[in-house]
């Protein structure tokens, strides 16, 4: 049936299309964590062998991110987001316990050089997704996943705070000639190397 197999899962929405096609007992990282929803549901139908968890949680001051889930009244404060990090290391203690589980606290851009080259199985971008953070994320995340390897993310659509940032940077990415298979359902995307 090829990389967009049927396998049975529980129905996530836009999100289970994503499920469906990752490999488990695989390695993979996940841009954007927030309260950790999606990690756990990476974690429970993936059953990867290691998952990175690579977020700020920074509070963003800036006008641009004023509607966003960690800037304006969405994001409340840095108080707020350091509480949001300690709750998903409390929610992923077990897993850290035995390196299952990995929290990167950082921006994705600086993470990304911290893995080698053909790592990741797999990386899932759910972080900024303005066009130039999308774009970024990418093109640093790319060369770091193994050949054959996945990237997914979601955010694609053009009537959010970010405007078509989404859609933007991965048209352009897969446009480039990365992409050996590109498939999107509603506003998420996945993408073969």
Known sequence: MGPWRRRPREDYGARS?????????????????????FASRLLRHLRPARLHLVDPWEY????????????????????????????????????????QVLIHRARSQDAAATFPAQYFDW????????YEAVRADLERYHDRIKAN???????????????????????????????????????VFLIQL
């Open 60 to 99: 963003r001051t800036e006008a641009v991110y004023g509607d966003s889930l960690y800037g304006g009244r969405l994001g409340v404060d840095q108080s707020h987001m350091d509480g949001l990090h300690e709750k998903v290391c409390r929610r992923f203690r077990k897993e850290i316990a035995r390196d």
């Open 123 to 130: 990386i899932y971008i759910d972080g900024d997704h303005r």
């Open 149 to 187: 390897g996945w990237i997914a993310g979601s955010g694609y659509r053009s009537k959010a705070w970010w405007g078509d940032g989404v859609v933007r940077a991965v048209g352009e990415f897969v446009a480039s000639g990365h992409a050996r298979h590109y498939a999107r359902r509603h506003d």
């Open 17 to 37: 299309f994503i499920l469906e096609a990752l490999p488990g007992a695989s390695i993979g990282a996940e841009i954007g964590v927030d309260r950790g929803e």
